[in-house]
């Protein structure tokens, strides 16, 4: 290989990298939008998409249970009580009946 095929394959591993990485945070269309262009083969295509909606779902899954696992810990009366020992509260409103203009399409 010469010093072209070397930096033209090292261009190539550098956005299949960047790719896999952004990847989690794309749709498959993207995906497969991005790596079309590459001239790789058809094996590695279909296990780069399949590699990043692995990716995906693992993240996904992962904020999931990192959120519930922080959310079970919190004590919801103890939190509104905070709440309202801290600060008044005060609730406007207006509420008003008007009666309905009368078009052809109403019925009666």
């Not at 989690?24 to 590459?38: H, N, S």
């Amino acid at each position: 290989m010469t010093n072209k095929d070397d930096k033209k394959l090292g261009d190539i591993f550098k956005k299949v990298v960047n790719t896999g990485i952004s990847a989690a945070f794309m749709t498959e269309d993207a995906v497969k939008g991005i790596i079309q262009d590459l001239p790789l083969p058809k094996e590695i295509v279909n296990g780069l998409l399949t590699n990043a909606k692995q990716t995906k779902e693992e993240f996904i899954a992962s904020v999931k249970e990192e959120l519930k696992t922080h959310l079970d810990k919190v004590d919801v009366s103890e939190e509104i009580d905070k709440v309202l020992s801290k600060y008044d509260i005060e609730v406007e409103g207006k509420i008003k009946f008007s009666p309905k203009k009368k078009t052809k399409n109403t019925v009666k």
